[in-house]
């Protein structure tokens, strides 16, 4: 049987969830994810948690936040004023509203908070400040 090693191609189910057993994310009903052990598409520790695995194999791996999206970061926080945004704009709380940086980059906010003069806005990762565990099923090493 083969082995799933750094630059194979792969075919795997995930199940992710959070400490208090949340399923934030799942393929279960959809396609596998098929991906390039090392290529770098997805987080680094869950790539190398596929290495080793067999076809038809599960696994469990926990991904510390450190080595997920990193901690929250109160610095990604800021306001962003009603005057500055375009007419019309009026998301609600907890909606994600793709913005541009300063420096032209592009980020995704949620908003977390309104007043009459501005939006609150956080640009961390949903995810930022959490561990994470993948139920991780190895489909198919192509």
Request: glycine residues 10%; negative net charge; charged residues 30%.
């Amino acid at each position: 049987m083969a082995i799933a090693k750094e630059g194979d191609t792969v075919k795997v189910h995930y199940t992710g969830k959070l400490d208090d057993g949340s399923i934030f994310d799942s393929s279960e009903d959809t396609q596998p994810l098929e991906f390039v052990i090392g290529e770098g598409q997805f987080l680094a520790a869950f790539e190398k948690g596929v290495i080793g695995m067999g076809s038809g194999e599960l696994k469990t791996i926990r991904i510390p936040m450190e080595d997920a999206y990193g901690p929250h970061r109160d610095e990604f926080i800021f306001e962003f004023e009603r005057e500055r945004a375009p007419e019309g704009f009026e998301p609600e709380i907890g909606e994600p509203v793709p913005m541009a940086r300063n420096d032209g980059m592009q980020i995704v906010a949620t908003v977390i908070g309104k007043s009459e003069t501005a939006f609150t806005m956080d640009a961390n990762h949903p995810l930022a400040g959490k561990d994470l565990t993948f139920d991780i099923t190895l489909v198919d090493i192509i």
